[in-house]
């Protein structure tokens, strides 16, 4: 790989390495634009793109090389279409802006190490969105010495796209450096043209919604299928693309469950029933169908980093202790989730027309409860999910109850399913970011892997 990459790497190296030079006062820089490629090549270079073979690798440098003047969206179209459909839309762009931004990253570091400007640090600048990771902006605007590292996700990193971070802190990233002397900003990463590396295309459902009445499928199929594009976020919808659909998606307008065994969702068009069952889906595609004898299919959600996670929340939340299996509560726990019902929800004033009995025909009124947020329901019920059930059943609240928590399997599965569905909402993914940091960082981390 190093070798059939190395004259795009030569390219991008010498030119960011030089672009640099011309940044600085010439007298402070050195021009060892050779140095700084060798070593690149050395240390990183092809080591990159795996899991292809050596054919596809020497395919996708021709490619790179051929349209290696014509910036990251021109090369990853063209990887696109020289490789489908063996390569989805969203890996071709991985490729290209993975590649790009890690060599000039490098560049730029070793020839800010060349200024021999004992002064100058450098500041990690993130794209301050709902595409960045966490781990990024956790780091935003953090200042290091010249010669030192950040430490982002628990990794140290000199730069951004330094493959110390790991797959899940490099790719696609869209971070920058800007590196500093004291009252004067010496350099500003530059990034080739910007692309939208998170696919926008839509979802396509349709061909998997069973429906028993006949001429209503062309619309129902539609309309499931526009739901469900309407409430994924681009994490969340990246996820959906990257992972094969369910064997069928049954209307009900009642009802939503997912069933493992039949790869199957029933779910009506009420809510976000449909998107909270997709993300069961979801949490089981990404065990690739892996088992345990006597229990079935394994959800991703059951693993040790995702549980170790909820237990820190769970105990940031003061709520009580959390084992992995059984919660032993705070003794005034009551109080907490109190003040929780009260921050989600709040009551109104609804009534109903008695259908039957001895007041049939009659308005009944009673006091019920309101989401206060977008999304409170499915903060709601991952409340219910730390409390195993004690939540929805001690407050009326949104939740599953306490039948419903067996073991510390069926937690995991509704945390991951929820969190799925409140990406989507602003107000919903703030709370989360607030209350579950951990058990959010862990969820999208995973849904990282797919850029």
Known sequence: MATTLEPFYRQVILAFAKRTFNNRYSQKAIQDYDGIYKQFMRDIGGT??????????????????DNRSEGVAVISKAINERMSPKFTRARASTIARTETHTASSFAIQKQAENFEAPQMRKKWIATTDDRSRASHLAVNGQEVGIDEDFVVGGKKMSYTGDPKGGAS???NCRCVIVYTEPED???DQEIPREINIVPT???DIKDVVFVEIRGSRTKARQQYNDLLNSQLSPLTRLAVLNNPLPDRIIKDGQNGFYKDWKNEITSGLNMKTLTHE?????????MKGKRVDGRGKLAW???QVFRDAVKKDIELSKLGKYDGIFFTYNVKYKDKLQKIKDELFQIVQKQKIVKSGLYKGRVKKYNGIEPKIDGAEYVSDIWDAFTAGKFQKEFNVWGHGTGYYKDGTSQMHEIFANLFT???SKQGLEYAKKNFPNSLKAFEDRLNEFK
């Not at 990159?48 to 090389?65: A, N, Q």
Request: aromatic share 4%.
């Open 48 to 65: 990159r793109i795996t899991e292809i073979s050596d054919t596809t690798r020497k395919i996708i440098s021709k490619t790179i090389l």
């Open 169 to 171: 802190e490099v790719i």
């Open 185 to 187: 900003v010496i350099v």
């Open 201 to 203: 295309e839509s979802v």
């Open 278 to 286: 997709y993300g069961h889906h979801i949490d089981y595609s990404l």
């Open 301 to 303: 959600s059951e693993e």
């Open 422 to 424: 409140i990406h989507n």
